[in-house]
Nanobody, 124 residues
Framework: QVQLVESGGGLVQAGASLRLSCAGS????????MGWFRQAPGKEREFVAA????????TYADSVKGRFAASRDNAKNTMYLQMNSLKDEDTAVYYC?????????????????WGQGTQVTVSS
């Protein structure tokens, strides 16, 4: 089984940047699609970003396009989410996820493995 652990969350001011990391164990990330999701207080979990096996193809939710960027380092079994120009609306627990196959998908039920999440709080 794949174990995923998120890190890098914290408390930041609006307009600041954070980079989240997702470290995997149990197998390499080289043949799985990775995704980021988030869940804000009182809201359902929502899609943020997905990235292909090689990192060459990404897709993003409209709410974060132009501000967030996903990347991955398969040699380190690690995925990243660079978050810039953070807004208070970005406050949430951020989760990384992985799925078997090559298709980039935005539906959380299509992902097979999940981390426990890391808290991001943006203060305005």
């Amino acid at each position: 089984q794949v174990q995923l652990v998120e890190s890098g969350g914290g408390l930041v001011q609006a307009g600041a940047s954070l980079r989240l990391s997702c470290a995997g164990s149990g197998r390499t990330f080289s043949s799985v699609v990775m995704g980021w999701f988030r869940q804000a207080p009182g809201k359902e979990r929502e899609f943020v970003a997905a990235i292909s096996w090689s990192g060459g193809i990404t897709t993003y939710a409209d709410s974060v396009k132009g501000r967030f960027a996903a990347s991955r380092d398969n040699a380190k079994n690690t995925m990243y989410l660079q978050m810039n120009s953070l807004k208070d609306e970005d406050t949430a627990v951020y989760y990384c996820a992985a799925r078997e196959g090559s298709a980039l998908v935005v539906y959380q039920h299509r992902y097979d493995y999940w981390g426990q999440g890391t808290q991001v709080t943006v203060s305005s």
